[in-house]
């Protein structure tokens, strides 16, 4: 099993940045990836960022340079620095675990309420 807890979701002016965070307790495996997928209201759950422990990063193309995804594995913690947001990334944000490098996450955060006013 593996727990995540994230942090850092608040309410921000559309421009303005914030940044989350995530640690990661429990089972933690070698070759694994954490990431962040987002939910708005009436919306399904979508892909925002993943972090392989090597290093490798994906990010979904509305990012489009906006986002930076980091890790520290020595700490089992994974960061997401957003910035320029606009109100569309209005969303809970959750954190993910996959316990291999590209899985589908096997385990998520309860979720961290991001709201960007215009």
């Known amino acids: 099993q593996v727990q995540l807890v994230e942090s850092g979701g608040g309410l921000v002016q559309a421009g303005g940045s914030l940044t989350l965070s995530c640690a990661a307790s429990g089972s933690i495996a070698s070759g694994n990836s954490m990431g962040w997928y987002r939910q708005a209201p009436g919306q399904q759950r979508e892909f925002v960022a993943r972090i392989s422990s090597d290093g490798f990063t994906n990010y979904a193309l509305f990012v489009k340079g906006r986002f930076s995804i980091s890790r520290d594995n020595a700490r089992n913690t994974v960061a997401l620095q957003m910035n320029s947001l606009k109100p569309e990334d209005t969303a809970v944000y959750y954190c993910?675990?996959?316990?291999?490098?590209?899985?589908?996450?096997?385990?998520w955060g309860q979720g961290t309420q991001v709201t960007v006013s215009s």
């Open positions: 993910s675990y996959s316990v291999s490098r590209w899985s589908t996450p096997n385990y």
